[in-house]
């Protein structure tokens, strides 16, 4: 019963172009969501987060949108550049703020040049 | 070195042996965890302490355990490692909520073959 899902695996971007992750959770009580950034042999590296009581939240090129009614948030990283290249987790957390996460697979973004 | 360490990183061992992956942070966090990521899955919490002395199950803790007699360790043991459990470990930790950025901080990951 994977309560947060990122249906995509993979994705392949043009560099300056805007890349957008995906990701779905089924369980309404998720009030926080985060999403890690993870590079080959080491450990996933916090991103951006947002809670519930907001629909978007902003950091430099990284974007994250909530809608709650699709139950369903978004990465957005414009422009996308070379070193983004990575796999992206989405995860999520129920009161607490980040204490238990649960994580969705992951989706490996590719930036070409 | 400032941050959080797991040892060793790479580890390949054979069924029914007993296995402890040491995770070691100097932060002085309140809260640590254990996470397995597997294709597919993500990551998995295995065990998670708030303190010292105190921890509690994950999603997926069964032939796992778990101690916390220091707040800067959280050792990781398999009793009889089975093949299912070859996966690559994270430990990680954060501090108390509001005194905190709130996220949390992960470690770079302990690679684990059972033949």
């Known amino acids: 019963d994977q309560q947060v899902k990122q249906n995509s695996p993979s994705l392949s971007v043009q560099e300056g172009r805007i890349s957008i992750l995906n990701c779905d959770y089924t369980?309404?009580?998720?009030?926080?969501f985060l999403w890690y950034k993870k590079y080959p042999a080491e450990g996933p590296t916090f991103l951006i987060s947002?809670?519930?009581?907001?629909d978007k939240n902003e950091d430099g090129r990284f974007t994250v949108f909530l809608n709650k009614s699709a139950k369903h948030l978004s990465l957005h990283i414009v422009p996308s550049q070379p070193g983004d290249s990575a796999v992206y987790f989405c995860a999520a957390s129920a009161g607490w703020g980040a204490q238990k996460l649960v994580f969705g697979q992951g989706t490996r973004l590719t930036i070409n040049p | 070195d400032a941050g959080i360490t797991q040892s060793p990183r790479y580890k390949i061992t054979e069924t029914g042996r007993q296995v402890t992956l040491m995770c070691h942070q100097t932060w002085s966090h309140s809260y640590m965890f254990w996470y397995r990521q597997d294709l597919g899955h993500g990551l998995r919490l295995i065990y998670y302490?708030?303190?010292?002395?105190?921890?509690d199950k994950g999603e997926v803790s069964d032939g796992y355990v778990v101690s916390r007699s220091k707040t800067e360790n959280f050792p990781l043991t398999l009793e009889s490692a089975t093949r299912s459990q070859t996966s690559v470990y994270f430990c990680?930790?954060?501090?108390?909520?509001?005194?905190?950025?709130?996220?949390?901080?992960f470690g770079p990951g302990t690679r684990l073959t059972v033949l």
């Open positions: 302490s708030a303190a010292a002395d105190i921890t």
């Open positions: 947002i809670s519930s009581i907001k």
């Open positions: 369980n309404s009580m998720f009030d926080y």
């Open positions: 990680a930790s954060r501090g108390l909520a509001g005194v905190s950025t709130d996220t949390q901080y």
